[in-house]
């Protein structure tokens, strides 16, 4: 089972998150993780394979429009190519915090 992410002390699941990202006809695959802030704790950030056109800011209307406010994906979405899985199929969250991570640090420097 995926690990919450907390915002403002609210448990925020990324499977339901990613549930509902699924379901939108433009997107083939998705897995969401928490980003790091130092006010709120964590930021949703959903990570997106795209199925056909459609922009960041058209993913964050179809959510904000159908979950709570401490749900809306405040740390943004990204476009990648695939996302990382085990072979049984599992969302390697771990491979995607580390990555972020790394941007974050790069950034900084």
Same mark, same amino acid.
């Given at each position: 089972m995926a690990k919450n992410l907390f915002f403002c002390s609210l448990q925020v699941p990324p499977a339901e998150l990613e549930a509902l990202l699924i379901s939108h006809p433009n997107i083939d695959d998705v897995a969401v993780i928490g980003v790091p802030d130092p %006010?709120? $704790?964590e930021l949703p950030k959903a990570f997106v394979v795209r199925r056909g056109? +459609?922009? =960041? %800011? %058209?993913?964050?209307?179809f959510v904000a429009?159908? +979950?709570? =406010?401490q749900k809306k994906l405040? $740390? $943004? +979405? %990204?476009f990648i190519e695939q996302i =990382?899985?085990?072979p049984s199929g599992k969302i390697l969250r771990r491979m995607l915090r580390n990555q972020e991570k790394e941007r974050r640090r790069e950034a900084k420097l």
């Open positions: %006010e709120a $704790g056109d +459609v922009t =960041p %800011e %058209e993913i964050i209307e429009k159908r +979950v709570l =406010p405040r $740390g $943004g +979405v %990204e =990382p899985k085990s």
